[in-house]
């Protein structure tokens, strides 16, 4: 449930939803398409940090991240301790629960890293928006494609080097959850912890750990808790892609 310190609010009071990650669902939204949603009557809500978003079999949202990370997990062959998962951040601008739309049984564990502040709306009421609004579901279509494609590209490159893969994963995140630091040469990217990065690549903790400690030592990045500092977005990018 909604933390009760972060009482319910119009998202009329929301403004900027173009400026949201590029490719993001909101940023992809149409002045009208974004009004539409205003005249919806949708209220945001706000969660603490460790809160979970209710996205089980028995609920019947689709969430809009309007600020914040979350982790989404999901257990193919069913949760159990060392079965197999798969783990996602997402950020502002991101629709999460999208399977709810075609599955309504549907379930992914997701759980706020930051304080994190949603716009739900039921399931149903949002198929019927996108069927009248085409629109939007282009909006949609395109943001989840980007998704699918960007996590193939930082998620599924298993074979290589676990330095560049962790350095891909710093830079997408950088990328889309990243927040300005009070330097103007830093991005911060909050929540993730070492073990979350090292579950979302499935790579061992001293593993990473270990690239992370080079990352560190070059001066590219610093690991704080549940934060990083992200000092040479260029190198990341740099390491991610060498071949």
Known sequence: MPSTADAARSIDLLLGHEEKPEGSFLQRLSAEEWRVLLEAKLRSHGFARDEHLRLGPDDRNVYIIWEGVVRQDRFPLGPGENLPSVTRFRGAGQLVGEAKLIAPRS????????????????????????????????????????????????????????????????????????????????????????KDIAAALQLATSTTENAIRTLRYHGIIEARYRQFVVHDIDALRHLATRH
């Open 107 to 194: 379930s992914v564990l997701t759980t706020c890293l930051t304080r994190t502040v949603v716009i739900p709306c039921g399931a149903r009421h949002f198929n019927i928006l996108l069927r009248r609004r085409p629109e939007m579901q282009l909006a949609l279509l395109r943001s989840l494609e980007d998704r699918s494609r960007n996590d193939e590209l930082v998620y599924a490159m298993t074979t290589r080097p676990p330095l560049e893969r962790v350095s891909g994963l710093l830079a997408h995140l950088a990328d889309t959850v990243g927040v300005a630091g009070p330097r103007t040469d830093c991005t911060n990217i909050g929540g993730p912890s070492q």
